[in-house]
Structure formats: C-alpha cells, structure tokens
Nanobody
Framework: QVQLVESGGGLVQAGDSLRLSCAASGRTFSRYAMGWFRQAPGKEREFVANLIWLGGGTNYADSVKGRFTISRENGKTYLQMNSLKAEDTAVYYC????????????WGQGTQVTVSS
C-alpha cells in the first residue's frame, strides 16, 4: 500500500504564492509518476501537473503553465504555485501512478487552497 499526505494549503490573496508538498510512504519502489490534481466546488477533478519520477519530465495543464512548477526533492513532491488567481481555488490532491499503469491508483486526502480576489 501507498500513503500520500499533502500539506501547504491555505487562504491567500490573488497574486500570492503557495507551495504544496506531498509525502509518499509505503510501497513506492514501483512509482512511475506523481501528479497534482484539483477539484473546485461543483466541478470535476482536473489534472494540474505531473512529474515522471525517473527522468524528471513534467507536464502542465494549460491553465497553470508559467505559474505552477512541479518538482521533487528528498522523496517529496512539490507544487510551487505563483501568481495565484481566484479560479485556482480548489482542493488539491497528490496522486501516484505505478509503472505499467495508465491511471493514478493512489491519492492523498487533499489540501484546500483558497484564493481571494
């Protein structure tokens, strides 16, 4: 089993920055990628960014390109969010995808990010 724990959410003003972190524990040896997703009230969960664990390649949703950066350090995954907008308000989830899988099978509990305009 894999456990994912997010932290770093909070209430900020438009234009501010936040850094989310995700700590993974358990059976992570087969990790292929880490991803960040978000879900705003009344909306479906959407992809934000991902990082290929071996190799470091990254992908971003168009809505966050140039403002958000996904990274890894000391086994943790981070999402640096700059120039936050009110529309970035959502619960942010960290997820892990195993090698050989097409889906993210492991999810954290989520951390709330609220951006006031």
């Amino acid at each position: 089993q894999v456990q994912l724990v997010e932290s770093g959410g909070g209430l900020v003003q438009a234009g501010d920055s936040l850094r989310l972190s995700c700590a993974a524990s358990g059976r992570t040896f087969s990790r292929y990628a880490m991803g960040w997703f978000r879900q705003a009230p009344g909306k479906e969960r959407e992809f934000v960014a991902n990082l290929i664990w071996l190799g470091g390649g990254t992908n971003y949703a168009d809505s966050v390109k140039g403002r958000f950066t996904i990274s890894r350090e000391n086994g943790k995954t981070y999402l640096q969010m700059n120039s936050l907008k009110a529309e970035d308000t959502a619960v942010y989830y960290c997820a892990m995808r195993d090698r050989g899988r097409n889906e993210y099978d492991y999810w954290g509990q989520g951390t709330q990010v609220t951006v006031s305009s």
